[in-house]
């Protein structure tokens, strides 16, 4: 299937990353009446047909299956993998587990016993007509080609990485973080060619997850990243500076503010070049700029795209089109803060909007609530995490900002307890937390998940204050960071009214 | 100061335990108006007396001072140590570090350093006469008397632990377990008597996370609790289950549904007698069967007690009493569940209240929000959490409760993920989450804490499903175990409905 939404200029990552700024090629979407599927006729079973099969289209597929017994539901996937776990290959690649089927524990035989479920894999769907409501589908092994008919049809497409246009991206040894095929190649690759330094490009999420694993493997590593400073999709620069001191402290190399020009060698990657003439030794190159949404089906059938580039839905995963669902890394959701649409392809979110797709497709009323786009990871001894808007999104979003980053043990010190910073953002005018960042070696996902629970509900920096968390001295302290956080924002903008 | 409350029959654990069930002496408090505090007149400055100086005592001085620059604040005390961290005694018992002041960080000079308060330790507030605003003050060294005057005094007496009126229960070798004086006290009976066996009086969080330092120092530690289960208070009979293996596969020998009739020994304990004629060795013996609240000098002054024997305070911790106003673990407070008044002494509520107490002493307007109860102890290698009603407590309060309980990975299993269970209780009538109560080797004060959250906020069983939680494999999975819960209950309440 080609692609040919715009790619993102922001360097990110595979899977969990920024708006793509692909252009709206549509007009807003007209919301799509409820499918013809909520009133099949008894004497046919209803046609679910899925595009797709990772992680929305399967659990699309389940929850179909588990609200429509009788219901034909057939998946057609173009890899040979299914249901995988993306979010696993940089431990793969690093060595913390051995066997790549891990990372994809189910395969179309347990759907079929399972839940009755038919996944084609390899089989590409070429085109689609809406009005006729036919598939056209090639077996990527035989290159034969069938049609096939929907009652419904859920597109979960996801989302590819972008390559940039440079000289020599196709060099071999320059890989992208997506398929569980790129997480094989780039482990064979380390073992036959024996790699010693390793470039990798963009320094979001799938960026430094490689450039920790790639370090554990024995690699000498070195990030560059066109903008100032690591994440920027997902911290604002000062909480960015910890992350960037424990990379640095690990040995990778950052070229922040610094653009890939070419990558050079000749039958292997041996050098990125970057702008200003430096040339970085690259052995292996991990691309990871970004991902963009896998659109062309979509667009050839009408579907309407949203001002993010990606597939615009309602809160039930109903296009523009009816009859058609849309799900996962393709579609674009709403944000819970602000209402608007916004793109952050997340394995998590898939799940959510997968379950809703499939209980939409057969009748069913779930809807999904958007995202705050929470996010975390791990690099080397750090958590790094933050949920809804940075300050520098806040304040592009127009919001009064008043901010506290506060520095607090996570537990009893005389335990062993470590310290963890958040920041916290807030909008002056509500008191409404709008946004968190949180960076230290333990209970990041904890002070994350609360405080994106908190903002779920609307929650202001004084209602942070009366939270009723589990003390005792192995897992907290009496006063947790959250609270203190709270207290000081609290203050601030209550001094912030005041003045 | 002696006390007179009843004290609780629950075999419970000293600062973090259920209510007391102490008979109510006093009518519905009557709101007190606000403090003459709040308009002092700028000749004398406002004299602000504090009557107990561990968390909630030292909390509330600190915060007048920050408000109110000229205020006169003291704080009598009659122990000799203040603001000390009363949860942390099992570990220092148990070797986890070696120097008791740990657990006292901050004595008297600092508060007169850093924030101009007097704090008198070993001065017992011996009376007090609320018409005249004057206390009796005895100075435990020299047991001369004073006299002191007060424009606001506040209660912060605390609890003391239960002892229970046993045949040999003043026999040395028998301990509380409160004050830094019980924690050296017991580690000096340790490395003097050299003790092999123990015996714990009460299985709530005091008393299992003494088995476990016990046991990690060397001894045979048995527990007799006297209600067929561990954690009454915290836990249903089924979460108990694996907190109970979890003590018996380390060697920890439980006696559940006994009672103790005496304690055996001549000069020191050698055994105690259960119901039965069954005696357990014990060359040390535990008394953790619960607290009170030290309420003799509250109602010497008129102050009202609530129904649960402590003293009812409004939202901004204001007694019955004109200038009097009370915190920390003497008072009751709200239940966010219920509304109803209920006893649970925190250290993490008394830091809450404090504030209050603190703020409004000094003219401030700070509300206390009541409790959910959320408390959480390591046992061995499992964290045991819960937090607002067990299912035993919500049908007893009358609700119509549809429970779940899942066991789910906490993360990724190929990154060395372990299994969490989580136990959430829900309002069949109105979908809200009522309590929860979860066990696990890891990411237990995750869940509780974010459950909590969710619980403050009257989240639903569906709402949970919502939480835009952080996922990354070293962390979580794609669903988080909350996610899990949600779905399930939010499927059994929807058929609940139904049928």
Chains 1, 2 share one sequence.
């Not at 960026?207 to 100032?228: C, D, F, K, T």
Request: glycine letters at 10%; charged letters at 25%; one cysteine or more.
């Amino acid at each position: 299937m080609t692609d040919d939404a715009v790619a993102q200029p922001t360097p990110d990552r595979t899977n969990r990353t920024d708006d793509a700024a692909a252009e709206p090629t549509h007009a807003e979407p007209t919301p799509a009446t409820e499918p013809t599927a909520t009133e099949p006729s008894p004497a046919s079973p209803l046609r679910i047909r899925v595009v797709g099969a990772v992680a929305a289209g399967t659990t699309a597929a389940t929850k179909a299956r588990r609200n429509a017994p009788d219901a034909d539901i057939v998946l057609y996937e173009r890899d040979k993998d299914i249901s995988y776990v993306g979010c696993g290959i940089p431990y793969f690649v690093g060595g913390e587990f051995e066997d790549v089927t891990t990372l994809r524990p189910r395969g179309p035989e347990w759907f079929a016993e399972k839940y009755r479920i038919t996944v084609r894999t390899r089989h590409e769907v070429v085109s689609a007509d809406a009005n006729t409501r036919t598939l056209t589908v090639r077996d990527l092994e035989t290159s034969e080609e069938s049609t096939d008919t929907w009652d419904v049809l859920l597109l979960a497409t996801g989302a590819s990485p972008v390559i940039p246009p440079i000289d020599g991206v196709g060099t071999p040894g320059v890989f992208p973080v997506r398929s569980i095929q790129d997480a094989v190649a780039i482990d064979a690759w380390i073992d036959e060619r024996a790699p010693r330094t390793a470039v990798v490009v963009g320094s979001g999420f799938i960026g430094l997850e490689m450039a920790e694993q790639l370090a554990h493997r024995g690699l000498a590593v070195s990030i560059v990243e066109m903008l100032p400073q690591v994440m920027p999709a997902a911290l604002d620069a000062d909480m960015a500076e910890p992350v960037a001191e424990e990379l640095r402290r690990h040995g990778v190399e950052l070229h922040l503010g610094r653009t890939v020009e070419a990558v050079e060698g000749d039958d292997a990657a041996t050098a990125i070049l970057v702008d200003g003439g430096e040339r970085l030794p690259a052995d292996l190159v991990i691309m990871s700029v970004g991902v963009r949404p896998n659109v062309a089906l979509a667009k050839q059938l009408g579907v309407a795209l949203g001002p993010t580039g990606a597939i615009a839905v309602d809160t039930r995963m109903r296009t523009s089109v009816p009859g058609i669902l849309a799900t996962g890394d393709v579609v674009e959701n709403l944000s819970v803060l602000t209402g608007e649409p916004i793109w952050r392809p997340l394995g998590s979110t898939a799940n959510k909007t997968g379950r809703v797709a499939g209980d939409v497709a057969t009748g069913g009323d779930a809807e999904h609530r958007g995202v705050l786009g929470t996010g975390i990871l791990r690099v080397f001894d750090l958590g790094v995490a933050h949920t809804g808007l940075t300050e520098a999104e806040a304040r592009k979003q127009g919001y009064d900002v008043v901010t506290h980053t506060d520095t607090k043990p996570t537990r009893a010190g005389y335990l062993g307890g470590k310290k963890v910073t958040i920041k916290a953002v807030a909008d002056r005018a509500t008191g409404r937390i709008l946004g968190a960042q949180v960076v230290g070696p333990e209970g990041v996902d904890k002070r994350v998940d609360v405080l994106a629970t908190a903002i779920t509900f609307g929650a202001t920096a004084e209602d942070l204050i009366h939270l009723d968390l589990a003390y005792a001295p192995p897992f907290s302290t009496a006063k947790d960071p959250i609270h203190f956080v709270g207290m000081v924002l609290a203050a601030k903008i209550a001094k912030a009214r005041e003045g």
